[in-house]
């Protein structure tokens, strides 16, 4: 570790094979965790009048657009999917963490697609489409990542 001249240490360690994978297991089975229990256990369950957990099948793409169009995100998620692996290395290691939280929401995703026919919802919002943890940590890596790609202009 080095000292930055702020007096915060900075960690000069790079991210590993094993430590990504780890980071995108966890998100997978985060993911995957949570859709079995909305499969299992959620009818419509409200929180809140505005948040209520609700099973929904989804074969399109994000926000339910798209719909009955499963095979056809099935193969856009394996070539994207495979296109981020193959080239994880020419990543700049800054753009890592966006890439990992994207990776890992594409691949609880498309198991879903794989082993269901269908994605699996279940957070929603009465304002707003039903969405998943595979979703979230996929927005939240593009927002982290255009952060970083707007501060660096």
């Not at 990776?103 to 489409?129: K, Q």
Request: aromatic fraction near 16%.
């Amino acid at each position: 570790m080095e000292e930055e001249s702020s007096g915060r240490m900075k960690n000069k360690k790079k991210l590993d094979y094993k430590t990504i994978f780890s980071y995108i297991l966890l998100f997978v089975v985060l993911d995957q965790i949570t859709k079995i229990l909305a499969r299992t256990y959620t009818v419509d369950f409200k929180i809140a009048k505005f948040l209520s957990l609700t099973y929904i099948t989804n074969t399109g793409m994000a926000f339910g657009l798209f719909q009955g169009n499963n095979n056809i995100f099935l193969f856009l998620y394996l070539i994207i999917l495979g296109t981020v692996l193959f080239n994880y290395d020419k990543i700049i290691p800054k753009y890592k963490i966006p890439f990992i939280l994207v990776t890992a929401g594409i691949a609880g995703n498309l198991i879903d697609r794989i082993f269901l026919g269908h994605v699996v919802d279940f957070i929603n919002f009465s304002f707003w489409p039903a969405f998943n943890i595979a979703d979230s940590i996929i927005c939240i890596g593009i927002i982290i990542l255009a952060v970083q790609l707007i501060k660096e202009k």
